[in-house]
């Protein structure tokens, strides 16, 4: 960024209909004063939800009396001169295509409670996405070479690979809302009861609480936690343990939420560290996909609800509605919603604020039993500059091993799909910790194939693949 544009960032969201982000975003734009001087630019290819959103962002930006520029476009080209950040944020029909990754997969025996980022739904995910965000990577170095790409789409460790690997020419990094901090680390010393809510956290207690958290994205853990120089993870692991016993007196019922405290305490019980990101690492792992000889005491993993995901997406819109129509006022709007990880790091790097935030980037020696060039979930320190992940320390033996295995199928699949290589992506798909079967394999791929074609590059179906 020019330093004379650092009183007016411009910041393109590229999926601005993707509620995940579109909403959060507005807000910290607006709310932020190193922000809502500049421009914000969404860009979505459904025109009608493109159209709800610059209104809702104007509207929010008129209540709150802020000179914050609105721009919007179904043509990314048209508004990505002069981006200072591009925040990739899209999600073609993401909800149906998982559900479908999710019930093939099942048919073969594999069980996943997400399906976006591990498992064959993590490998035809990237299948999906991926060409299109290298699609984008040409133009942003084409009309905004100097922006900031910040990939906040899943498999995040597959597309932030393949921005590195085959855009060097940009400056990216890849996010996960997982670890936003300082919540994050708020979260974890009210479990290890030095303080009673998120609200007592203060800069004093950051200091003193020296916790490391490191991995593969979605397959984070907890190394290190250290009160004032005492060990601190026992009294979290046993947080959560007793947290478990209450996981069937309501709460999300979900596939990604059940028995997440309880699975939690038992890969404790097991490692000797906690997962940080369980939601998801319970569908990295084999214990919990039914095929024992005997019965586990936690029972093997829901799958993904395509249908109960269409309701809250469709709630979500009814919300953005509400605001549009004045049946939510929209004074209601700020109080509403709060700040987002991608948003709270731009401000941060706009205002250079000197913050620390979980990137998935580079090790770069953080992690000092794993290669520099693997591509973690770390703390850094995070500005106009760059990104300095730092240091962690060593990675356990055992959760190290399944780690690697977990990058190799990212770094694989991200070739497969770049290089539309079949070899790779059945390559992939067999590294993949949750693939036990050849034959199973090779199905998944064709039925996935034939299933996904009007998602997937053409240039894939030169190989004649059947299912047979």
Not at 422 to 447: C, G
């Amino acid at each position: 960024m020019n330093p004379a544009n650092m009183q007016h960032p411009k910041v393109v969201v590229i999926g601005a209909g993707s509620l995940f982000f579109g909403r959060q975003s507005i807000w910290q734009m607006v709310q932020s004063p190193y922000l809502n001087q500049g421009t914000l630019a969404l860009v979505d290819t459904n025109e009608e939800r493109l159209t709800k959103m610059v209104r809702l962002a104007e509207m929010v930006a008129r209540e709150n009396n802020v000179s914050l520029k609105v721009e919007g476009s179904v043509d990314r080209r048209q508004v990505l001169a002069g981006a200072d950040f591009v925040v990739l944020s899209f999600a073609e029909q993401s909800v149906k295509y998982r559900g479908i990754d999710c019930q093939v997969s099942l048919k073969y025996g594999i069980r996943m409670c997400s399906g976006d980022t591990i498992g064959p739904g993590g490998i035809f995910r990237a299948m999906r996405e991926l060409p299109i965000i290298m699609e984008y990577a040409k133009d942003i170095e084409e009309l905004c070479p100097e922006a900031w790409v910040i990939n906040y789409i899943n498999p995040s460790t597959v597309h932030g690979i393949a921005l590195h690997r085959y855009a060097p020419q940009l400056k990216s990094f890849a996010l996960c809302d997982s670890h936003h901090m300082p919540h994050k680390k708020a979260y974890y010393a009210v479990r290890a009861g030095i303080i009673g809510d998120n609200s007592e956290f203060t800069e004093e207690i950051d200091r003193k609480f020296d916790f490391r958290i490191a991995g593969v994205n979605h397959f984070t853990w907890l190394l290190k936690a250290e009160y004032e120089g005492q060990n601190v993870m026992p009294k979290i692991a046993e947080a959560m343990r007793l947290m478990a016993g209450d996981e069937n007196n309501g709460g999300d019922r979900g596939a990604k939420a059940i028995f997440n405290d309880a699975i939690t305490y038992e890969l404790y019980d097991i490692f000797g560290i906690i997962p940080t990101c369980t939601a998801h690492t319970k569908e990295y792992v084999r214990y919990w996909q039914g095929l024992g000889q005997t019965s586990d005491a936690i029972p093997p993993l829901s799958i993904w609800e395509t249908e109960d995901r269409y309701q809250r997406h469709d709630e979500m819109w009814q919300q953005v509605e509400g605001f549009l129509s004045g049946e939510i006022p929209i004074t209601d709007y700020m109080s509403t919603f709060g700040p987002d990880h991608a948003t709270d790091i731009i401000e941060n790097m706009v205002g250079n604020l000197g913050k620390k935030f979980f990137i998935n980037t580079l090790n770069q020696g953080a992690v000092t039993n794993m290669n520099e060039d693997s591509f973690l979930e770390l703390l850094c320190d995070v500005s106009m500059d760059g990104v300095k992940p730092l240091h962690v320390g060593e990675m356990p033996r055992g959760i190290r091993g399944m780690q690697e295995v977990v990058l190799d199928t990212h770094e694989i699949t991200a070739e497969a799909v770049v290089e539309q290589s079949y070899e790779k992506l059945r390559r992939a798909m067999l590294t993949d910790p949750l693939v036990n079967s050849i034959s199973d394999a090779d199905k998944i791929i064709a039925e996935l194939l034939e299933l996904e074609r009007e998602m997937i590059p053409e240039g894939w179906y030169k190989h004649g693949l059947t299912v047979s």
